[in-house]
């Protein structure tokens, strides 16, 4: 989303059910406006509308509360046309909110809005930022599955496994993903050119072998000094590790089993991979490498913006919000020497009901409509931030990005990204998200540094996270 100026990393360290069915079904909306497609003479698809009148039951004027963090002037002009969209298609609520940055009245949102369950009067809605299943693990979120039972849009297995599976807990569903934009691999089509190398996505690496040989071909050292590099897959690595163990065969957390396995043979084999990697094209010194430049993602103080990278790993946002401006195709991560299939990883904002809320089945539809119809205006005239839900229209995309690469690009490269989605990795799962977060980074820091080994990194680390989640499921 627009408010991702404030990078991904820096967002993990700062960041009555028994009448539903009656309810539920006599929600059926006053107006239903249906989406319709025309081409103008920019090229730029546009979404109009045309009202169909249903009669629908009367019903009691409710008012309920959303909150949330965001903070940014798309924000403040695209949600609040979201909202008035969902309010068209339900007369009979109001939504009070504000797009301020924190709760009404100010202060640290999550303390906020903990404080405010625990007291037994929290918002009806909330905005997360960090995975639900932290929160519902505490018991502060309401469950929504019997909600989504009698859903119209927001039904059980109408989202994408990985992101649906990042809001539940013990089998129910305590969140819905709203976006869930995937990452890929970016490569300068200018720099293969430069070496007559295929420009072509079916030419791409397919194995972490082709891929640190591809990245060889690009390092410039000059007096001793690290010019350019090719890529170095631990940059920017905090929220993207479950999907290079997923890469390799591993897994980081499985919720099933409610254990993590940071210290798998698979997970091992990545942080000596990649120690094997730095000392091959980066003369084994991590301290340098990080003074030598910024090699993480597309945005514009990255090396790859200033076609010092050739290749960068990144997120569908990445396009129109960096933006990038230099020539580019992107492909799907290559498979490491245990993996068994490419994968990706995916950033997700959830709406959530916390305990104790006074509307359950009007917050539910103001979830489900964030989460499903009304996030076509925010992915059209917001950010390019693709839905989690599986029935989002493909022909649906960004005006900034039509603005930068032109509509047949974008389309193409939306159509590429909403499908490769499907192969989501698990991930944003555990109660414990961001602390495993940390101590994962912590863990790849003293590998590179070569204080510990990658066994005793991860050793440590997956003591440190099983204590902490033991911790967390006691209560």
């Known amino acids: 989303m627009s408010f991702r100026k404030l990078s991904r990393r820096e967002l993990l360290k700062g960041a009555g059910l028994a009448a539903v069915g009656t309810l539920l079904a006599a929600c059926a909306p006053k107006t239903v406006e249906k989406v319709v497609k025309e081409t103008v003479p920019v090229e730029q698809t546009v979404v109009v509308t045309e009202k169909e009148t249903v009669i629908a039951p009367e019903h009691e004027k409710v008012t309920i509360s959303w909150w949330s963090a965001f903070t940014t002037d798309t924000c403040k002009k695209v949600f609040p046309e979201v909202v008035k969209e969902f309010e068209d298609m339900y007369p009979y609520i109001t939504v009070d909110f504000e797009i301020s940055g924190g709760p009404p009245g100010g202060g640290d949102f999550m303390q906020v809005l903990l404080a405010r369950i625990a007291a037994g009067n929290p918002p009806d809605t909330a905005t997360l930022w960090s995975t639900p299943v932290q929160y519902a693990a505490r018991g502060s979120l309401l469950a929504m599955d019997d909600f989504m039972a009698q859903a119209k849009w927001a039904r059980q297995g109408s989202f994408f496994e990985g992101p649906i599976g990042s809001c539940q807990w013990r089998g129910k569903t305590y969140g819905l993903p709203a976006s869930a934009s995937d990452s890929a691999m970016f490569i300068n089509t200018d720099k293969l050119k430069a070496k007559n190398l295929s420009i072509k996505r079916e030419d791409m690496p397919k194995t972490w072998d082709d891929l640190k040989a591809l990245s060889a071909e690009f390092v410039v050292y000059k007096g001793g000094d690290l010019k350019e590099i090719g890529f170095a897959p631990w940059t920017g690595i905090s929220w993207e590790f479950p999907l290079w163990s997923a890469l390799n065969g591993g897994v980081v957390y499985d919720p099933t089993q409610e254990q993590y ?172 998200e961001d602390f495993a977060t940390t101590t994962l980074t912590s863990a790849l820091d003293e590998t590179l540094h070569k204080t510990k080994t990658p066994k005793q990194a991860l050793d440590e680390a997956q003591q440190l996270c099983t204590s902490k989640l033991q911790d967390a499921l006691k209560g």
Request: a negative charge; one cysteine or more; proline letters at 8%.
């Open 261 to 432: 396995f940071l210290n798998s043979d698979q997970n091992i084999e990545v942080f000596d991979y990649w120690l094997k990697w730095l000392e091959e094209q980066y003369k084994g010194d991590v301290e340098k490498f990080n003074a030598a430049g910024n090699w993480s993602g597309t945005y514009p103080d990255s090396g790859f913006a200033m076609q010092l990278a050739a290749m960068a790993s990144d997120g569908f946002w990445a396009i129109p919000d960096a933006p990038i401006k230099v020539p580019f195709e992107v492909f799907d991560y290559p498979v490491g020497p245990s993996g068994k299939g490419t994968a990706t990883a995916w950033w997700p904002n959830w709406w959530a009901m916390p305990k104790g809320c006074a509307h359950p089945p009007e917050a539910f539809l103001l979830c489900e409509w964030f989460a499903t119809k009304g996030w076509e205006r925010w992915l059209t005239y917001g950010a390019a931030d693709l839905s989690a839900w599986k029935d989002f229209p493909k022909d649906i995309i960004n005006v900034q990005m039509v603005d930068l690469l032109g509509k047949d690009r974008t389309l193409e490269l939306t159509q590429y990204f909403v499908d490769y989605l499907a192969k989501g990795c698990p991930m944003w799962n555990s109660p414990v």
